[in-house]
């Protein structure tokens, strides 16, 4: 099991471009998520999305478009990216989408935007 | 607003002797708690976890103790060894809804060997 992989790893964008991190899990997990940690914020919930066809907004969801698919996939798309989207993002995904279930995360990517 | 805070952004500890990292929380509805360890470029990875039913969850060299009267948790680490230095992250969620997890700002650990 590859477990839950993330693309790219770092990502340098001009602000205005656009762009899709891309999220991949094997584990035929329901439940998938995506955060943003920055420096004195810990990790903050983006979108999740607990299974193929649903998605819904977490905490900080401006600016940011999800879809899913596919059990495997949860692409998460920058529209028009801007300086404050500077962080490195997190995708993560768990068995159930009922809360308790242990969460397993992606290595990161690290994005810049000037 | 932070609804679960980490005071301490690091701490430092000789080698063999305990660890506590402590983490505060504002939201009542939050029932169950999870600490995870973070390795630099690397995600977070689960540690131990503890549902509000109970007050103290152990495994192995670690244990988490819930204060739900306080809204306040800790993580015991005994004995400390140079390879738990790591950020380590308290979290928390609602056993009523989705999967969701609200993060603290983390406590950069260094145990000195």
């Known amino acids: 099991n590859a477990g839950v992989t993330q693309t790219p790893k770092f990502q340098v964008l001009k602000t205005g471009q656009s762009m899709t991190l891309q999220c991949a899990q094997d584990m035929n997990h329901e439940y998938m998520s995506w955060y943003r940690q920055d420096p004195g914020m810990g990790l903050r919930l983006i979108h999740y999305?607990?299974?193929?066809?649903?998605?819904d907004q977490g905490e900080v969801p401006n600016g940011y478009n999800v879809s899913r698919s596919t059990t495997e996939d949860f692409p998460l798309r920058l529209l028009s990216a801007a300086p404050s989207q500077t962080s490195v993002y997190f995708c993560a995904s768990s068995y159930s989408p009922t809360a308790g279930y242990e969460q397993y995360f992606g290595p990161g990517t690290r994005l810049t935007v000037t | 607003d932070q609804q679960v805070k980490q005071n301490s952004p690091s701490l430092s500890v000789q080698e063999g002797r305990i660890s506590i990292l402590n983490c505060d929380y504002t939201?009542?509805?939050?029932?169950?708690f999870l600490w995870y360890k973070k390795y630099p470029a690397e995600g977070p990875t689960f540690l131990i976890s503890?549902?509000?039913?109970?007050d103290k969850n152990e495994d192995g060299r670690f244990t988490v103790f819930l204060n739900k009267s306080a809204k306040h948790l800790s993580l015991h680490i005994v004995p400390s060894q140079p390879g738990d230095s790591a950020v380590y992250f308290c979290a928390a969620g609602d056993q009523t809804g989705a999967n969701n997890l609200f993060f603290g700002t983390g406590t950069r650990l260094t145990v000195i060997p």
């Open positions: 503890i549902s509000s039913i109970k």
């Open positions: 999305s607990v299974g193929a066809g649903i998605t």
């Open positions: 939201n009542s509805m939050f029932d169950y």
